[in-house]
T-cell receptor
Framework: NAGVTQTPKFQVLKTGQSMTLQCAQD?????MYWYRQDPGMGLRLIYY???????DKGEVPNGYNVSRLNKREFSLRLESAAPSQTSVYFC??????????????FGSGTQLSVL | AQSVTQLGSHVSVSEGALVLLRCNYS??????LFWYVQYPNQGLQLLLK??????LVKGINGFEAEFKKSETSFHLTKPSAHMSDAAEYFC?????????????FGRGTSLIVHP
């Protein structure tokens, strides 16, 4: 049971470099999310996709872009990485954003350091 | 707008002692409430959730939580802590109405269990 798979698990970037974090789920979920986790800040929503073909900004979208490639995949791109983007990034999915009581399924995270 | 406050960024208990992790929410209408657990180097997974009905909710690994509307609280308890309970715990809320059920997470409480 793969669930939500994120790649890579670890990444070190230099300021100004770009990269894409990949996420795929095999549960046929409609909704997908990207969160970042920082010490003392909990999880903050970066972007989400309610369904295939739609994306929306969350609480902290600046410096990021996303692509919902198909129903399974939702990628997060840093165009020009900054030290403030050093964080642990989690991808999550749920059956439907507009359904009640839905729990989120999380990937194991990507630890990103920007030097 | 909804929000959730977790009192105490760290809670330390001895093995066998009672675990109490506090969560208070702010919402004009009682929301749906969740507790998630994050073990080291893993993503979050659902412990338990409250939607409607019985206010005492039982989850996995012996945890339970009680919804108290008058106190706007959803505290997590476990009668006897195990070493394996050491983890980060997150309280989350979603609105009970309004169309979109994206959860808002608290800042997390790190549970430390001493032998």
């Amino acid at each position: 049971n793969a669930g939500v798979t994120q790649t890579p698990k670890f990444q070190v970037l230099k300021t100004g470099q770009s990269m894409t974090l990949q996420c795929a789920q095999d549960m046929n979920h409609n909704s997908m999310y990207w969160y970042r986790q920082d010490p003392g800040m909990g999880l903050r929503l970066i972007y989400y996709s309610a369904s295939e073909g739609t994306t929306d900004k969350g609480e902290v979208p600046n410096g990021y872009n996303v692509s919902r490639l198909n129903k399974r995949e939702f990628s997060l791109r840093l165009e020009s990485a900054a030290p403030s983007q050093t964080s642990v990034y989690f991808c999550a999915s749920s059956e439907a954003i507009f359904a009640t009581n839905e729990k989120l399924f999380f990937g194991s995270g990507t630890q990103l350091s920007v030097l | 707008a909804q929000s959730v406050t977790q009192l105490g960024s760290h809670v330390s208990v001895s093995e066998g002692a009672l675990v109490l992790l506090r969560c208070n929410y702010s919402s004009s209408v009682p929301p749906y409430l969740f507790w998630y657990v994050q073990y080291p180097n893993q993503g979050l997974q659902l412990l338990l959730k409250y939607t409607t009905g019985a206010t005492l909710v039982k989850g996995i690994n012996g945890f339970e939580a009680e919804f108290k509307k008058s106190e706007t609280s959803f505290h997590l308890t476990k009668p006897s802590a195990h070493m394996s309970d050491a983890a980060e715990y997150f309280c989350a809320v979603t609105p009970a109405s309004g169309g979109s059920y994206i959860p808002t997470f608290g800042r997390g409480t790190s549970l430390i269990v001493h032998p």
